[in-house]
């Protein structure tokens, strides 16, 4: 946990993940606000959120503005109200830049057993947050001030502007439905969380939309949401580009992908089959040289050179599978008799790759009218693929027994 200087927060660094807090020095609301170039609006902001939260958890929460180095000063302008708000904190990020990480590092740095989220511009208006806190007082898990509730709106935004955000929304439904269709304004930056929904994942977000992850991330089951309308800004101007929608769409696929990802890396290893692919290229090595000692050097007839050179590769392959590629699966089958019957399956796997390859290019160069020397590096490359699952499957397969 980050030390509490005597006027800036120390900035949490490595991976995003929120701490559990202790029970002994905990608040019950941690409210970070998110600045960059908020200097005409900080003062003020500040001001409305204190006499809030005094009203609604006096002495019970903590402000936390975490500031990305504005060129404006921001942070020193709410570094120097430190000694007029007890429950204020400041944190002045130099070495990260972004929306969603800044809240994260916020919420990292943290002592709530809530945590929430507001924009440092007044768009926010900020007596929602009596609303939002009732929410999770009465046990949702998430509360999100939405903009398309009853009670919700937008001031004056251009059509442009409406129809970006309501364009990025369906677009979300198309991609990461499970995560954008939780909420009806899942692009909202203004939510509260309990701790204990976010504190066991890693979080990973793009640009400003630390909502999704949220969602996306979470371990989140009752979910609230409470209509606000998003004011027009007092001063400054909105930091959104068209980066922000470019960082949104990626988030977006990773939210959809990064599931299945790791479902497709546990079912097919990737660096696993890397090992085992350069295992299987040393074993052509291998079977060249025998194949040339045997024939030019002992003068053995081709065929008996070719079977011989053969198995010695495959023997190659296995010792190096068995301690290399396959090694954390072979310890956990200890003794000769285990290994032997590895072996043997590993060898007729390989028997049965080399009738496949046979067939393959067969296939290929009769049907197909590929060239030979390209249906056997076809055929090659498809057999190792399957030549690796069914081994990893088959021979090195390790059944967890309960
Ligand atoms: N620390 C930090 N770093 N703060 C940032 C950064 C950054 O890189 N970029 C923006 N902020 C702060 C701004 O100072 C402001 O307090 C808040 O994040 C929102 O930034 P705006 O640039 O004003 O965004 P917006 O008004 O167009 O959109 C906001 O409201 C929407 C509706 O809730 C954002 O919160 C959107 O994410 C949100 O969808
Ligand atoms: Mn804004």
């Given at each position: 946990?980050?030390?509490?200087?005597?006027?800036?927060?120390?900035?949490?660094?490595?991976?995003l993940?929120?701490?559990?807090?202790?029970?002994?020095?905990?608040?019950?609301?941690?409210?970070v606000v998110p600045t960059y170039n908020e200097?005409?609006?900080?003062?003020?902001?500040?001001?409305?959120?204190?006499?809030?939260?005094?009203?609604?958890?006096?002495?019970?929460?903590?402000?936390?503005?975490v500031d990305d180095?504005s060129?404006?000063?921001?942070?020193?302008?709410?570094?120097?109200?430190?000694?007029?708000?007890?429950?204020?904190?400041?944190?002045?990020r130099?070495?990260e830049r972004g929306l969603s990480t800044a809240v994260i590092r916020?919420?990292?740095?943290?002592?709530?057993?809530?945590?929430?989220v507001i924009d440092g511009d007044?768009q926010h208006?900020?007596?929602?947050?009596?609303?939002?806190?009732?929410?999770?007082?009465?046990?949702?898990?998430?509360?999100?001030?939405?903009r398309?509730?009853?009670?919700?709106?937008i001031?004056?935004w251009s059509?442009f502007r409406r129809m970006t955000s309501r364009g990025a929304q369906i677009l979300g439904l198309?991609i990461a439905?499970?995560v954008v269709?939780?909420?009806?304004d899942p692009m909202s930056g203004y939510f509260?969380?309990?701790?204990?929904?976010?504190?066991?994942?890693?979080l990973n977000p793009q640009g400003y939309k630390i909502l999704l992850e949220i969602l996306g991330?979470?371990?989140?089951?009752?979910?609230?949401?409470?209509?606000?309308?998003f004011?027009?800004r007092?001063?400054g101007e909105s930091k959104v580009t068209w980066r922000q929608y470019v960082e949104y769409l990626q988030h977006l696929v990773r939210l959809r992908?990064?599931?299945?990802?790791?479902?497709?890396?546990?079912?097919?290893?990737?660096?696993?089959?890397?090992?085992?692919?350069?295992?299987?290229?040393?074993?052509?090595?291998?079977?060249?040289?025998?194949?040339?000692?045997?024939?030019?050097?002992?003068?053995?007839?081709?065929?008996?050179?070719?079977?011989?050179?053969?198995?010695?590769?495959?023997?190659?392959?296995?010792?190096?599978?068995?301690?290399?590629?396959?090694?954390?699966?072979?310890?956990?089958?200890?003794?000769?008799?285990?290994?032997?019957?590895?072996?043997?399956?590993?060898?007729?796997?390989?028997?049965?790759?080399?009738?496949?390859?046979?067939?393959?290019?067969?296939?290929?160069?009769?049907?197909?009218?590929?060239?030979?020397?390209?249906?056997?590096?076809?055929?090659?490359?498809?057999?190792?693929?399957?030549?690796?699952?069914?081994?990893?499957?088959?021979?090195?397969?390790?059944?967890?027994?309960?």
């Amino acid at each position: 946990m980050p030390t509490l200087t005597l006027d800036l927060l120390a900035v949490p660094v490595g991976v995003l993940q929120i701490p559990s807090v202790e029970q002994v020095d905990t608040v019950l609301l941690s409210l970070v606000v998110p600045t960059y170039n908020e200097v005409g609006n900080v003062v003020l902001l500040v001001e409305k959120l204190t006499g809030l939260l005094d009203r609604i958890c006096p002495n019970d929460y903590e402000l936390i503005i975490v500031d990305d180095d504005s060129p404006d000063q921001t942070w020193e302008i709410a570094r120097s109200l430190l000694c007029e708000y007890p429950n204020l904190r400041v944190m002045r990020r130099t070495a990260e830049r972004g929306l969603s990480t800044a809240v994260i590092r916020g919420w990292q740095a943290s002592r709530g057993r809530l945590l929430g989220v507001i924009d440092g511009d007044l768009q926010h208006p900020p007596e929602v947050l009596e609303k939002l806190f009732g929410e999770l007082v009465s046990g949702s898990d998430l509360a999100v001030a939405s903009r398309h509730v009853v009670g919700g709106g937008i001031s004056e935004w251009s059509v442009f502007r409406r129809m970006t955000s309501r364009g990025a929304q369906i677009l979300g439904l198309m991609i990461a439905p499970q995560v954008v269709g939780r909420v009806s304004d899942p692009m909202s930056g203004y939510f509260m969380v309990r701790r204990s929904s976010v504190t066991n994942q890693i979080l990973n977000p793009q640009g400003y939309k630390i909502l999704l992850e949220i969602l996306g991330r979470g371990e989140i089951e009752h979910i609230s949401e409470v209509g606000y309308v998003f004011q027009e800004r007092q001063d400054g101007e909105s930091k959104v580009t068209w980066r922000q929608y470019v960082e949104y769409l990626q988030h977006l696929v990773r939210l959809r992908s990064d599931g299945r990802l790791e479902k497709f890396q546990e079912q097919f290893p990737i660096g696993r089959f890397l090992k085992f692919g350069a295992v299987g290229f040393s074993g052509v090595f291998v079977d060249l040289g025998v194949f040339w000692m045997l024939s030019n050097g002992l003068g053995l007839a081709a065929v008996t050179a070719t079977i011989l050179s053969a198995e010695v590769a495959v023997l190659n392959n296995f010792i190096w599978n068995d301690r290399w590629t396959f090694g954390d699966r072979s310890i956990q089958q200890p003794g000769r008799r285990s290994m032997v019957r590895r072996f043997l399956k590993f060898n007729v796997l390989c028997l049965v790759g080399i009738v496949l390859q046979g067939t393959l290019v067969g296939l290929m160069s009769k049907v197909a009218d590929v060239p030979a020397i390209g249906a056997k590096l076809l055929a090659i490359a498809l057999v190792m693929l399957w030549n690796f699952w069914i081994n990893l499957k088959l021979s090195w397969r390790v059944t967890d027994t309960k």
